[in-house]
């Protein structure tokens, strides 16, 4: 038979590790937690600035890409109406 002693000194024993456990698994879930915010904060961010970017990008293709490209054809047509006037032939 165990004396009694060993048996409360047991019991203790246990009941201080599974509290250690638990304040071990309490302090890896907050952990767990913050890293996921602050990662979710970063992508929140990453995705503003995408949208951002992809903004800029489309006005400046509708801006100046459009007239610069509607001007250069422009251009070129005239060119060829030009030529043709004065009679020049490709060779």
Do not use: C, H, W
């Amino acid at each position: 038979m165990v004396p009694e002693i060993v048996q409360d000194i047991a019991f203790y024993i246990g009941f201080v590790r599974d509290l250690l456990v638990l304040s071990i698994l309490l302090v890896i879930l907050i952990v767990v937690f913050s890293i996921y915010r602050k990662v979710s904060q970063a992508l929140n961010s990453a995705g503003r600035i995408l949208d951002n970017t992809e903004e800029i990008v489309n006005t400046v293709s509708e801006n100046i890409v459009g007239p610069a490209s509607a001007g250069s054809g422009f251009a070129f047509g005239l060119g060829k109406i030009f030529a043709f006037l004065r009679g020049t032939k490709k060779k």
